[in-house]
């Protein structure tokens, strides 16, 4: 059974930065793709960032691009989103998933399959 943890959400200005951890457990590293999906108020859950078995293969959402960057420890079986410049627009909850799905060449990355962790929140005042 896949569990995931997350952590290191919080309250922070607009230009601030966050970074999220996120352990994983029943989950192996080599085995398939990780990544953060977020939920904002009346919103669906979108996929903002996804990391690939070697580390090498990454997605980013378009409106996170240049701002966010993912990368994982499998030594600590950890996931980590850092997050600079945030924005208000970046108020969601933020969820780990995994194992997630890369599609369209990339230019996607799904859930459709993946456990998801308990979330934690994100807020950034303007």
Known sequence: EVQLVESGGGLVQAGG??????????FAFDDGAIGWFRQAPGKGREGVSCIGSSGRKTYYTDSVKGRFTISSDKSKSTVYLQMDGLKPEDTAIYYCAAPVLFADAGTRCLGLFASFGQGTQVTVSS
């Not at 930065?17 to 029943?26: E, K, P, T, V, Y």
């Open 17 to 26: 930065s966050l970074r999220l951890s996120c352990a994983a457990s029943g």
